[in-house]
């Protein structure tokens, strides 16, 4: 009887199995335990306990020097972290890089869907080839830009001279480093939006559009009214997906400059990244990286909470 | 599917602008690979030319460069076995989780999972790097391999979900009255039908850990440094060898874009978890 009770119990915490309680035997429920048992296990092992470890570090004075007996120093390094204005630039460098990027790979993406949503010859073999960029290792393909975009003798600025645009310092001057670094992003990730929104569109029932088209609606129309309203659950998502991975960006900014020149292209990823593996100063970046993923996960969960509410709409 | 309402065939005044945009859109996206390809096939006299030269004869001297005369073999090795282990523990500890997700709807934990897909990479670096400090496995195999299983436990664990959640709940049932037990529906019945998925779920699992940098740089040693870390370190010390780093390069990008071309179908679904189905 008690045995009943706590299989019962055990169902309900486990959530709403298909079968009801009482018709359930025990060998699913078991198995309800035992099959994610091992992935339950490296979450904790792997994710759960360095997330706690990095919480309870920050709150700790630990280099090298003392790696068998953190200091505790209480909120003192949270306090350093807002008089960093080093912290502070990184800080706007990754909300300027995170935006950029996302204006132009929404942009670029959805241009582009509509653009292959034609018939053309050679439609498939171009798609399949879209899906290059986002697969190709990045830190390989970061030094490979940073060959084409070398202001002496890069492709790239003899492209423009004869195009009789002006060369550019791309990746070597303060300026113009995080722009070239958003174009570096974009194009990696842009055909991503592009075959998300596409997906998006093949999706879309016919019936609104054949309506609208016999009621006289011109293609702008049909597409500000229509496509793009439907579309919005897609985009949100594709939004979603990149504005997490912007914000985490690190292997094109260390392959091509680690942060440089100076600290024009430090964002908060490089910037723990240096104060942790480069100036071992292991408590300080523990409390860095509690806000930055503090950063990650409320923005994530704005978006997921924002695409609800766009899916409820449409 | 194709919705036929939506694809227009173009009017014939619009279709030099259209094949105009396409084929800018093509070669900038292009580019950068063709490029590489091309500077490994040329000489470090042709590889510095300005104006830059298109039409030259190719050499094979750069590969020769990289992996007879630098241990780029070795890191291959490397990154082979991180990548295939990793993907394999992942399928090994996935499939199940993904199963039971599936099969009794436990979000909260397909949740847990999706978080370390959103968690910066570097929280977990931090804290692992010390741990493993203490342990005294920094640069072997296993703390790679542990590692990088986070990175692709998550993309296999979301697909298998919604494929396990497609399989018509009818065929498992049967099995059930029949006699099955839970064990036996999921290796005879939702693994089987679910190989495809699987295949190409390992597949951008193995991608993902191939080309990670970040774990690596931090973890690897001498003796199990991957390639990304390798052609990283390569260009710091040989300073511009332009078609070794190139060679390397196309070598390293080459595997998973290949790889990519087998799971295309798959791929644009793996990158989203599955909230796009490509």
């Avoid at chain 1, 090298?64 to 120093?73: E, G, Q, S, T, V």
């Avoid at chain 2, 036929?4 to 014939?12: D, G, N, W």
């Avoid at chain 2, 511009?240 to 390397?248: F, K, P, S, T, W």
Wanted: proline share 6%; with cysteine; hydrophobic share 55%.
């Amino acid at each position: 009887m008690t045995q009943r009770v706590f299989w019962k119990q055990l169902s309900d915490f486990m959530g709403e199995g298909r079968f009801k309680v009482s018709s359930v035997r025990r060998g699913q429920m078991i198995a309800s335990w035992l099959f994610p048992l091992p992935a339950v296990l490296v979450v904790a092992i792997m994710l759960a306990y360095p997330v706690g470890y990095t919480v309870w570090l920050s709150l700790h004075d630990l280099s090298p020097f003392n790696l068998d007996k953190p200091a505790w120093i209480g909120f003192e390094n949270y306090a350093t972290l807002l008089k960093d204005t080093r912290f502070h630039a990184a800080l706007e460098r990754t909300i300027y890089f995170t935006l950029g990027a996302l204006a132009l790979q929404v942009t670029l993406g959805l241009g582009m869907a509509l653009l292959f949503n034609h018939d053309f010859v050679g439609r498939g073999i171009v798609r399949t080839l879209f899906l290059l960029p986002m697969v190709a290792t990045p830190v390989a393909m970061s030094l490979i830009w940073m060959l084409i975009l070398n202001p002496v003798d890069g492709v790239a600025n003899w492209i423009l001279k004869t195009l009789h645009l002006p060369p550019q310092l791309w990746l070597n001057s303060g300026k113009s480093v995080l722009p070239t670094l958003i174009l570096i992003d974009t194009w990696q990730w842009s055909p991503l939006v592009m075959l998300m929104i596409l997906a998006g569109i093949t999706a879309l029932p016919h019936e609104p559009f054949e309506a609208a088209a016999i009621d006289g609606a011109s293609r702008w129309q049909s597409f500000r009214f229509l496509m793009l309203p439907m579309l919005r659950p897609t985009i949100m998502v594709a939004l979603m997906f990149r504005s997490i991975d912007c914000l985490k960006t690190f292997d094109i900014i260390y392959g091509t400059t680690q942060g440089g020149p100076g600290f024009a292209s430090e964002t908060l990823n490089l910037y723990i990244y240096k104060t942790g593996f480069d100036y071992f100063r292991l408590g300080y970046a523990a409390a860095a990286l509690v806000v930055f993923f503090t950063l990650v996960l409320s923005v994530s969960l704005l978006l997921i909470v924002l695409r609800r509410r766009t899916e409820a709409a449409a | 599917m194709r919705s036929q309402s939506q694809r227009h065939k173009l009017a014939i005044w619009k279709r030099g602008p259209f094949y105009f945009a396409l084929i800018v859109l093509t070669l900038f996206f292009l580019f950068p690979i063709i490029w590489m390809v091309m500077a490994s096939f040329k000489t470090q006299v042709d590889n510095l030319a300005t104006p830059p030269v298109v039409i030259f004869e190719p050499t094979l001297e750069n590969y020769r460069e990289a992996f007879i005369r630098n241990p780029f073999p070795r890191y291959t090795w490397n990154s082979f076995v991180v990548a295939a282990a990793s993907t394999a523990i992942g399928v090994v500890v996935g499939a199940p989780a993904a199963f039971s997700i599936a099969r009794f709807r436990q979000r909260g934990l397909a949740v847990v999972i999706l978080a370390a897909r959103i968690m910066p990479a570097i929280s977990y670096l931090l804290p692992w790097y010390i741990l493993f400090l203490r342990l005294k496995i920094v640069g072997t195999y296993e703390s790679l391999i542990a590692t990088h299983l986070t990175v692709g436990l998550p993309i296999i664990t979301w697909m298998l979900i919604g494929a396990f959640e497609e399989l018509p709940a009818e065929l498992e049932d049967s099995t059930l009255v029949d006699g099955g037990s839970i064990l036996t529906v999921f290796l005879r019945v939702a693994l089987p039908l679910s190989a495809p998925t699987i295949a190409a779920a390992s597949i951008i699992a193995f991608i993902f850990s191939w080309n990670n940098f970040l774990f690596s740089i931090i973890l690897a040693g001498a003796a199990t440094r991957p390639l990304p870390v390798a052609v990283f370190n390569f260009v710091s010390y040989l300073n511009i060898n332009v078609g070794g780093l190139a060679a390397a390069a196309t070598v390293i990008t080459g595997i998973p874009m290949l790889l990519a071309l087998l799971a295309q179908r798959y791929i644009v679904s793996g990158l989203t978890m599955g909230a796009v189905k490509g």
